[in-house]
């Protein structure tokens, strides 16, 4: 089964339209597919009718954002959600409401080291979307030369400790847990060593995300090396938990892989969607 369950179009912070990434995922040989915008469920209809048109088995999906402790962030994936379930629903939309107050934030710290109107930039690239994130600035900012591509902006301007970096509260992880569970869905930890929080801090978190309730991990990461992939193997081994298969494809140029384009997962692993299909 080829699975890529982990993936963005222009509802968030993706370049293509649900249906082109739905028929990008079926032209790539994707059998297994979900859709998982940041903190918002719609595009799922319209990825959901393309998908099935193409034969693709389809996972309604999101990636919902997480605070931590005093200053830590992760990413928490709902796989086989009812996207239509009120409470999801409403905890969604509370996440994507703080993010154009903090979107405001990082362009007043943008001005104050000499980059204009990168607010006003950012929310162009976001036009279609329901939401404003790092990845609509980190756009313009390679748009006006000031980074040659998106990789590079976090690294000078967008990542913690960079000058365009806005603390922001997300939301509790029991939420989130809560969200999916009510909603009838599978939570899975996203990219777990794309997280600036040392391997001790991971190892705690986990912990907590597996007493409260979440279920997998991603192991088969597109972002991840090989070395990286064993590792996140032995971390569903230690703490039980189902592993999953994530290209966390943006759009064509931009992201590490393609749809589809993910490492095999090691055979001793029970992959999470066995009990979605
Ligand atoms: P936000 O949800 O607004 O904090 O933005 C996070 C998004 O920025 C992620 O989902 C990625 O799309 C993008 N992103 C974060 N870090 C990087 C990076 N180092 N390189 C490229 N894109 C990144
Ligand atoms: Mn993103
Ligand atoms: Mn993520
Ligand atoms: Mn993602």
Not at 153 to 158: E, G, K, M, N, T
């Amino acid at each position: 089964m080829k699975a890529d369950l982990h993936c963005h179009s222009n509802v968030s912070d993706g370049l293509l339209p649900p249906a082109e990434v739905a028929h990008r995922a079926a032209d790539r040989g994707v059998e297994l597919w979900s859709l998982t915008d940041h903190d918002e469920v719609a595009g799922l209809a319209e990825a959901r009718a393309v998908a099935e048109a193409r034969g693709v088995r389809f996972l309604d999906g999101a990636e919902i954002s997480i605070s931590w402790r005093e200053d830590a962030s992760f990413h928490v994936v709902g796989l086989g959600i009812a996207p239509g379930h009120p409470a999801l629903v409403a905890g969604l939309r509370a996440i994507r409401d703080g993010r154009d107050d903090r979107a405001r934030r990082i362009g007043a710290e943008l001005e104050k080291v000499g980059i204009h109107g990168a607010y006003a930039g950012a929310a162009r690239y976001a036009e279609k979307s329901s939401l404003i994130s790092r990845a609509h600035f980190a756009r313009f900012l390679v748009e006006k030369k000031i980074s040659t591509d998106v990789k590079s902006v976090f690294d000078h301007y967008l990542a913690k400790g960079k000058p365009g970096y806005v603390p922001h509260e997300w939301a509790a992880l029991e939420d989130a847990l809560r969200w999916i569970s009510d909603a009838g869905g599978l939570a899975v930890l996203a990219h777990p060593l794309r997280y600036r929080v040392g391997r001790d801090a991971l190892r705690v978190f986990l912990g907590e995300f597996k007493d409260r309730g979440g279920q997998g991990i991603e192991v088969a990461c597109g972002a991840h090396t090989p070395e990286e992939v064993h590792e996140c193997a032995r971390l569903a081994r230690h703490f039980g938990l189902k592993a999953s298969v994530a290209s966390d494809f943006h759009g064509p140029g931009e992201s590490y892989a393609d749809l589809g384009m993910t490492p095999p997962l090691p055979d001793d692993l029970a992959p999470v969607w066995h009990d979605l299909i």
